[in-house]
């Protein structure tokens, strides 16, 4: 009885599925395109600000539509059955499970204020206690470097020279001011000098970092003005979220037996 019922069910839906498809917002040479797809676009727009009105609602079934003739079309032509089609096709179900998985992780595990908070206070003390200002020169060989210390010694403008010479389009133009910063922000050998200098004074020797050599004089100093916790607590959750992800799939890791085909 279950099988007739099954086959006359079959039968009537080749005759008119459009009747049969409870969840259709429209059919295309018989071919259904869903409501839930349909709700899923409508809900998304609503959640950036979009007023889903009737106008936008046949917007939205259009393009599904045109989407749909196109979706024919290259099934007729075998493009679903191409190697390279079926590869992205497997990696676009992957990243979108993927990121699915991950937003749900963060959902399941939010971070909290006292995360948040402890992370402010480890930023704090990064800070460190003391912010600095100082212009700085920066050239490709040590030896530049050394001529330019001579040529301070001897009474040139030390803003001219960084115009003239330094290779920092950030402060190059600023006669090489690099405004107020804190040590944690700059390279170490950078900042251990700029820590040792006196107000007004200028490195005696040309200061090595990745980016080539550096002449530095320091201008002043102040107590420390970390920003406020609001202003970068949004930053810290962030940044306690990607060290927990990073945890959670090293976990994933530990678990798993990875073999990689040499």
Same mark, same amino acid.
């Given at each position: !009885?279950?099988?007739?019922?099954?086959?006359?069910?079959?039968? !009537? @839906?080749?005759?008119a599925p459009s009747a049969f498809a409870a969840? *259709?917002?429209? &059919?295309?040479n018989g071919k259904p395109i869903k409501q839930s797809i349909y709700d899923y676009i409508?809900?998304?727009?609503?959640?950036?600000?979009? %007023?889903?009105?009737?106008?936008? %609602?046949? @917007?939205?079934? =259009? +393009? @599904?539509?045109?989407?749909? @003739?196109?979706?024919?079309?290259?099934?007729?032509?075998?493009?679903?059955?191409?190697?390279?089609?079926l590869a992205r096709e497997e990696l676009s179900r992957r990243e979108l499970l993927t990121s699915t998985f991950l937003q749900d992780y963060l959902k399941k595990n939010p971070v909290s204020d006292a995360d948040t908070k402890?992370?402010?206070? $480890?930023?704090? +003390?990064?800070?460190?206690?003391?912010e600095y200002s100082a212009r700085h020169i920066l050239v490709k060989t040590e030896a530049e470097a050394k001529d330019i210390i001579a040529q301070l010694g001897k009474g040139a403008d030390f803003a001219k020279l960084a115009?003239?010479? #330094?290779?920092?389009?950030? #402060?190059?133009?600023?006669?090489?001011?690099?405004?107020?910063?804190?040590?944690?922000? !700059?390279? %170490?050998?950078?900042?251990?000098?700029?820590? =040792?200098?006196?107000?007004? *004074?200028?490195?005696? &020797?040309?200061?090595?970092? $990745?980016?080539?050599?550096?002449?530095? +004089?320091?201008?002043?100093?102040?107590? #420390?003005?970390?920003l406020a916790y609001d202003k970068v607590k949004e930053g810290l959750q962030k940044n306690i979220q990607q060290r927990n992800l990073e945890k959670m799939m090293a976990d994933l890791r530990s678990k798993a037996k990875i073999d990689i085909s040499k």
């Open positions: !009885m279950k099988l007739f019922q099954t086959l006359i069910a079959i039968a !009537m @839906l080749a005759l969840d *259709a917002l429209a &059919t295309v409508a809900k998304d727009a609503a959640a950036r600000g979009q %007023k889903v009105d009737a106008q936008v %609602k046949d @917007l939205i079934t =259009n +393009k @599904l539509v045109d989407s749909e @003739l196109v979706y024919q079309e290259a099934q007729k032509l075998g493009l679903d059955k191409q190697p390279d089609y402890a992370a402010y206070e $480890q930023y704090k +003390k990064a800070y460190g206690e003391k115009k003239e010479k #330094s290779l920092d389009p950030g #402060s190059k133009e600023k006669g090489g001011d690099l405004g107020w910063f804190s040590p944690a922000t !700059m390279v %170490k050998p950078f900042s251990d000098v700029v820590a =040792n200098l006196q107000k007004g *004074a200028i490195s005696t &020797t040309p200061v090595q970092t $990745q980016f080539g050599w550096h002449v530095i +004089k320091l201008i002043d100093t102040r107590a #420390s003005q970390p």
